[in-house]
């Protein structure tokens, strides 16, 4: 079902040889770094995240309510807070998702015992045991204020499907309009809160060729236009994000992006737009892997179907650039992550709560690297959902609350937050596997780089499940003074962090051999690694 073969596999943006292309032996590979050619800065965004009103992830995730026996911050769970800030978690995306093109947020402002009781898009398909109606206790304050705690941005999904413009300009003014200017500014300080919020990430609609309204391409574009011409941008330095595509297609869904661009073409410096923003889940259809089932042939399934990712920025990209010559607009990927079949689930009750292992684990570094590695087309990600979801961060039921594998990789790549990304460049054996009877290519190593000051990361996926890869590191123009290492893998590839076993995949520290400038290092099987090289 896999084997190695001898191919070489070349990486990063840059992506030019540099000296004589050799193929590594077995098990080894060449790792060049080109601090001198550091590119495109890589936004802190790259990492964001993404919670909706869906199963457990805002009420008992998020929201546990200020009279909760949970250790809570005005009705938020506190360990959320503390675990999204070390992660320095960039920005959050809220209400949905499919949850907000139905979802009116004058519902969830004011006192909340008085708040209307509503319908939310997900209960018909929630199993029992979930509550028959959005309560609304956590609204846009609620909301705001877990901003606030964590120092994430707000990124607001605007009710397109069911909404009205004016419903749209009116959560403008009333997050951004300062106290006394308009009347939805003096609701908002009423309300608790007289400094605006200050709320630049504006999505018009989320999956508008599907939950968001059946539209087509063309009809989306001029909903997109009638919703943003009279945008109120006095008090607001405003980022507009439009639908993009359903690259979980196996087309990639390329018609959506061209025909939208197409149909806008004629007016696209105005009304503005500064990002599309696609939705790529891993396994859509297209695996049948369940969180928890993880035989050799579903490890190397979810990280080949993820790995299509790359290839789909490239595609978009390029048809974006046939419109927008100087790519003003930049890519989103609004939600992204492994979305497990059902049967799994920590908690029945909570809708789409997967089990998350070690694999997911990979699968997110590896799409962190090659979001790095094109950091100069996106301008930010958001892993879908961030707890109690598909592929979450967190699992919390009442008092108890895991870090997921997954977890581990936002630490040990947040140091190429804000950093320069660095061209790289790998030398190593492909792996051959056989999908649904056809034969296809896995990278051997992947991987990617960032320079900030002095310190140089290079993060590494070794995805074999069986081999260990000698790597030998060289740093172009440059040495490395100081190396430390990090690994996060386990024995068993279905590992995963449990109420039971709440530390069973954590990072540790991983020996690095630094001699004469040269960096050795072994990676092993099944793994994620981080470096941290300091040059001299
Ligand atoms: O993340 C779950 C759902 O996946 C979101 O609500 C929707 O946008 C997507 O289809």
Not at 177 to 191: E, L, M, S, Y
Not at 276 to 296: C, D, E, I, L
Not at 386 to 408: E, K, M, Q, V, W
Not at 445 to 459: F, I
Request: charged share 20%; hydrophobic share 40%.
């Amino acid at each position: 079902m896999q084997r190695r073969a001898f191919l070489k596999t070349t990486i990063g943006a840059a992506a030019g040889l540099v000296g004589a292309p050799r193929p590594a032996s077995a098990s080894e590979a060449e790792i060049e770094l080109r601090p001198g050619d550091a590119g495109p800065v890589i936004s802190p965004h790259l990492y964001g995240h993404f919670i909706e009103h869906l199963g457990g992830v805002i009420y008992d995730g998020i929201w546990v309510g200020p009279d909760s026996k949970v250790p809570n911050l005005g009705g938020i769970r506190q360990q959320f807070v503390d675990d999204m800030k070390r992660i320095g978690a960039p920005n959050l995306r809220w209400p949905g998702g499919c949850f907000a093109d139905g979802y009116h947020w004058r519902d969830g402002v004011g006192p909340r015992s008085q708040r209307p009781r509503t319908y939310n898009f997900w209960q018909p398909t929630m199993p029992e045991g979930i509550d028959a109606t959005e309560t609304n206790h956590f609204g846009t304050h609620e909301f705001m204020r877990l901003c606030r705690l964590i120092g994430a941005e707000p990124y607001l999904a605007v009710n397109v499907g069911s909404g009205t413009p004016r419903e749209f300009y009116d959560w403008v003014l009333y997050c951004n309009g300062p106290a006394g200017t308009v009347t939805q500014a003096d609701q908002r300080a009423a309300n608790g809160d007289p400094s605006p919020f200050g709320v630049k990430y504006w999505g018009v609609g989320n999956e508008s060729w599907g939950c968001g309204g059946l539209l087509t391409a063309e009809e989306y574009a001029a909903e997109y236009s009638r919703f943003v011409a009279q945008f109120p941008r006095a008090y607001t330095k405003a980022y507009l994000i439009g639908v993009g595509p359903n690259a979980s297609m196996e087309s990639g869904h390329p018609e959506w992006t061209r025909r939208f661009f197409e149909a806008l073409e004629p007016r696209l410096q105005w009304p503005p737009l500064d990002a599309w923003a696609m939705h790529f889940y891993t396994s859509f259809g297209r695996t049948a892997s369940k969180g928890n089932q993880v035989s050799p042939q579903e490890w190397y399934d979810v990280l080949h179907e993820g790995a299509r990712l790359e290839s789909l920025i490239e595609q978009h990209w390029k048809i974006m650039g046939e419109f927008d010559k100087e790519h003003r607009v930049k890519l989103i990927i609004d939600e992204w992550g492994v979305w497990h079949a059902r049967g799994s689930e920590i908690k029945p009750a909570y809708l789409f709560s997967q089990q998350g292992s070690l694999r997911d684990a990979l699968h997110a570094a590896m799409s962190f690297d090659i979001f790095n590695r094109h950091s100069g087309k996106i301008a930010m990600t958001n892993l879908a959902q961030t707890i109690n979801c598909l592929h979450s961060l967190f699992a919390a039921d009442g008092d108890r609350f895991i870090r997921t594998p997954t977890y581990y990789v936002f630490d040990m790549y947040r140091p190429h937050m804000g950093a320069q990304q660095v061209p790289l460049e790998i030398r190593t054996q492909a792996i051959q596997l056989t999908r649904q009877g056809t034969s296809a290519t896995l990278f051997g190593l992947a991987g990617s780089a960032s320079l900030d000051e002095r310190r140089l990361t290079l993060t590494l996926v070794n995805p074999a499940l069986d081999a260990a890869i000698t790597s030998r590191v060289r740093i172009k123009g440059a040495q490395a003074s100081e190396a430390q290492g990090r690994v996060l893998t386990h024995s068993d590839r279905a590992a995963a962090n449990t109420f039971a076993s709440p530390e069973e995949v954590a990072p540790k520290s991983l020996s690095v051999s630094l001699s004469g400038g040269e960096i050795q290092v072994t990676i092993p099987a099944k793994s994620v690694v981080a470096l941290q090289l300091n040059l001299s």
